[in-house]
């Protein structure tokens, strides 16, 4: 951790910091309820609220173990919707692409073997007046 090329001042300094932010504990201050707002600033009419953490060292780990639990099967479940989300998309480009196929034989008219009209539409004027 210590470099040698590091000066002493700088050494003592980062100790100093080091102390500093293990000395300095999380201590609960005050918090002041105002109306339906908190603030760490006091209010005409404020409550006072104990804001400090009251649970004991076992049920904070135990906390942490169920979020760390919980994390792990979040995201489990996501691994397993994006698996499952790709398999989805690739049965749907299947399919897409065997009804591609079918289009074009299914597009086609079908002849018709005992009619005497074309196979194709033609406009044709109607037949002159009789007079």
């Not at 897409?96 to 004027?125: G, L, V």
């Amino acid at each position: 951790m210590w470099s040698n090329t590091m000066p002493p001042l700088a050494k003592f300094a980062l100790f100093l910091i080091a102390a500093c932010a293990v000395s300095t504990g999380a201590i609960a201050q005050k918090v002041y309820k105002c109306g339906s707002n908190y603030s760490q600033i006091p209010c005409p009419d404020g409550v006072t609220i104990e804001a400090e953490d009251a649970r004991t060292k076992a049920q904070k780990s135990a906390a942490t173990q169920n979020s760390k639990s919980q994390a792990r099967q979040a995201e489990s479940l996501e691994k397993e919707r994006l698996k499952d989300e790709a398999q989805a998309r690739a049965t749907d480009q299947a399919w897409a692409k065997a009804q591609h196929k079918k289009e074009p034989s299914d597009s086609k008219p079908k002849s018709k073997k005992n009619s005497k009209e074309p196979e194709y539409f033609t406009a044709k004027p109607p037949p002159p007046v009789k007079q």
